[in-house]
């Protein structure tokens, strides 16, 4: 019997790595191995009933209450509705977050199972092959003629936001193997990182990766050396350079251009809809600050659009899908509660990085965070297994000692 726990909780990590490493690759194998991944920690918790305990903190809280109150809003509102729309997702969504604690408390609570330098290699060889896998995709797509290359997923924005943060956790991974060679590795994967980026045309992404990079590495290192430091700067800058006409330029005058036009009234672009979106959003969370449903949110919205706001028309093109903030969109739905529940849960797992001083959930935090300024992630089923499983095998790194 006591020699199944350990091989329960080691099956569970590999099922982990291996989710991981296809989340660019293979969606439907990506999200397979989740669930198989959590039906092992479920047996693994079955074994284990006697050491369950609810202290100390574990990063599962908020993950469950996320699923949680995404379950009750669902049932409070939903009314038979036949097939996909957005009440499916948050069905969809709730699903996989409670079975996610489920998962990320077993890999937390257990981790002792697991030698510490081992956990080092078997991350750090998923990480590698994961990032290889998808940076390799990506740039065949482009080789192929696509405009925006989106890997296994089929939205550009969703897949540079899960290959940034694989990036980094490669990075990272490559950090902890307290090598130069290796950093210099990490410094090249980071510009190859930017470069397949740009190739997605997201400008979210674009305009994070690189700072979240820096802030990777200065929280690790604790300092850095000034002449590596001016080496790396020099190739940023002349990636930037070459790349600026072709890619990063034509974002930028997008952008001025998208807001020249919102502020002459005019939001069918871009960044006009998520201007629209965000302005009904908040005017629907201030309207019902304990929640409603989607129904309720688009009759409202349609009154209020047609009660003085014309220029806020876009929104209704989206209403039915998601108002691209995090916060927003669960204040819109949800109210209060919602609000309070999403700043519980990223200020926990902020706070809980930092007080353990694990870099790898304090980056993914704060990309999640920021990307959620300006879309829903935890509404995509590729980006919301992916974050999860990496979450969950962030833990292991709250007992190493970082250099």
Known sequence: MEKIKPRLYQLTIALSLISLMLALVSSGKQREFFYIAIYVSIIGLAFEYKKITLRPFTIALPILLIGLLNLGWYLIYEYHNEGLNLYSDYLGASKKLILASILIFYIDRFKFYIDKDNFRKFFFYAAALGFV????????QASQGMTRVEMAINRATVSAYVYSVLSLAFVYSLYLQQNVK???????????SYFVILLTGTRAAMGLYLLLAIVLTLYHFRKIHLKSTLIFLCIVAGIVVVSYKPLIAPKITQTQIEVEKYQQGYDRTSLGARFSMWTVGIE???AHPLGQSLEERE??????IKDGHPHLATALVYIKVHLHNEFIEKYSLQGIPGVAVMLFFFV???AYALR???????????LLLLYGLTDVILLSSEALIFFMVLFA???PFTQTKQQ
């Open 133 to 140: 896998l998808a940076t390799g995709y990506g740039l065949w």
């Open 182 to 192: 290796l950093y210099v590795v990490a410094g090249f994967t980071i510009l190859i």
């Open 284 to 286: 629907n969370g201030l």
């Open 299 to 304: 009759t409202w919205t349609r009154q209020y």
């Open 348 to 350: 926990s797992m902020i």
């Open 356 to 366: 353990n001083r694990n870099a790898l959930l304090l980056t993914s935090m704060l």
């Open 393 to 395: 095998l962030s833990t």
